[in-house]
């Protein structure tokens, strides 16, 4: 059976395809050439092309607005502010291109510096428990700083792909033949992808992202959204534990605390990964839980948490492993 984890990072994987093939077979695009969206190989315009023409009353061109600009953008606004509000930042930590990116580099910076990122404080420990053991080595920067470049200019190059034509941007990459503008783009895109992607990452994630910010202002207005919740009561069997889910934590936040302190939350559940596998031999199995509904008001609770019943409403461990 496929762990969690290893699940997420097929579904992060083949979103990154998606993400980079979409505009190549006009999934999704804005043509700037010809000044509209394309939306699965359809011109997606406003319509207003017959008022100019004199085909079409003001009042039709208003309700082609309405339709064509103003329905499908509140549309796609309130489809994501409702998952997130049930369920926090999934897209995030299951989807999101970006963060993909964060968490491979993530793992190569481990494994050269023994630090998620350059602004941690202290080094992670040798190994967590139940975890593999954490070799580092600086020769591992040799092969970070290129995997940055490569993505930087991955993504800066997949975002040009969606305001001018991809075949365009392709075929002039493959003869060396772009114009000014677009070798200007690539230039400082992936100038400005590799300095985010080698000091930010996840900083950009917590406190830059807009997207990712206004989905965690929806998570936060519901106190019964999808949250990871810690068995304080089992909280002894930390004692034994060097932190692992803290250690394991992308975003480095500190999954034990309350909600309002894991505003950033990912929902990437690496926390409860770690927790499954430091607590293998616990009976009572692990002490971080997926929780939602009343059993998520303990972990939203700012002030002083209700005690219950540990298994009520958690997600079962075997399930999470």
């Not at 009353?57 to 309405?66: D, L, T």
């Not at 409702?82 to 990116?101: I, N, Q, T």
């Not at 630090?115 to 420990?125: G, V």
Request: glycine share 6%.
């Amino acid at each position: 059976m496929i762990d969690l984890q290893t699940r997420r990072r097929l579904t992060q994987g083949a979103f990154f395809i998606v993400f980079i093939l979409a505009p190549v077979f006009d999934v999704f695009r804005l043509d700037l050439n010809l000044g509209h969206f394309i939306i699965l190989g359809q011109d997606w315009t406003l319509g207003l092309d017959g008022l100019l023409e004199h085909r079409i009353s003001p009042a039709e061109a208003m309700m082609n607005i309405f339709l064509r600009g103003f329905v499908p953008i509140i549309s796609v606004i309130g489809i994501v502010i409702f998952v997130a509000f049930k369920y926090g930042r999934l897209y995030c930590g299951w989807l999101c291109p970006h963060f993909s990116v964060v968490e491979t580099l993530n793992q190569v910076m481990t494994r050269a510096i023994g630090k998620h990122s350059l602004w941690d404080r202290e080094p992670l420990p040798a190994q967590d428990k139940g975890a593999e053991r954490r070799t580092r080595h600086l020769a591992w920067l040799l092969a970070f700083f290129p995997l940055a470049l490569t993505f930087a200019f991955l993504w800066a190059t997949a975002l040009l792909t969606y305001l001018l034509p991809p075949m365009e941007i392709y075929g002039n990459l493959r003869h060396g033949a772009l114009t000014p503008n677009q070798g200007l783009f690539l230039t400082i895109g992936t100038l400005v992808f590799f300095l985010e992607f080698t000091l930010a990452r996840h900083l950009f994630c917590r406190f830059g992202c807009a997207a990712g910010l206004f989905q965690s202002i929806a998570w936060m207005a519901n106190r019964k959204a999808l949250v990871v919740s810690f068995e304080r009561q089992l909280a002894a069997a930390c004692q034994s534990c060097s932190n692992a889910c803290d250690n394991a934590c992308p975003m480095r936040l500190k999954p034990r605390t309350i909600k309002r302190h894991m505003f950033a939350c990912t929902q990437c559940a690496s926390c409860v990964s770690a927790c499954n596998l430091a607590q293998a031999d616990n009976p009572h199995g692990s002490l971080l839980h997926w929780h939602s509904g009343e059993n998520a008001l303990d972990k939203s609770d700012r002030a002083k948490s209700r005690s219950r019943d540990p298994g009520q409403g958690a997600i079962p461990v075997a399930e999470m492993r």
